[in-house]
């Protein structure tokens, strides 16, 4: 089992829970960030630092958002990136999973707010 980044963390990528995660398996994606389910060692520290709540135990995810446990596995599948052993060595991808690509702006309000534009 693994921790998944669901739909609240598109277009913010507050980072908070990059910082908190002692294996370094959470990954930036052009538009959102994402889990690396082959590095993760499902310790939790993630997910009570993420301020758009985004974080959810795989069993855990809301059926509206379950496609983003898949997201977050094919974002390292479909482009090779595979298990690189550490975000920070890999750095940012141009990329994300087509599902969030395909997605219209997402959490403006919190994005203002934050000038994170």
């Avoid at 998944?4 to 913010?12: E, F, L, R, T, Y």
């Avoid at 482009?79 to 141009?94: E, K, M, N, R, Y």
């Amino acid at each position: 089992m693994t921790y998944v980044i669901a739909q609240p963390c598109v277009d913010v990528k507050d980072r908070a829970c990059v910082d908190e995660c002692p294996v370094d398996c959470i990954y930036e994606g052009e538009r959102s960030l994402y889990i690396n389910a082959d590095e993760c060692v499902d310790c939790g520290a993630c997910e009570p630092v993420c301020p758009t709540e985004a974080i959810f135990y795989e069993d855990d995810v809301p059926d509206e958002w379950e496609d983003y446990t898949r997201a977050n596995i094919d974002f390292f599948e479909l482009q090779g990136l595979g298990s690189p052993g550490g975000a920070q060595s890999a750095g940012p991808q141009p990329y994300d999973d087509p599902m969030v690509a395909a997605l219209p702006p997402q959490n403006e309000d919190y994005r203002e707010a934050n000038g994170l534009d």
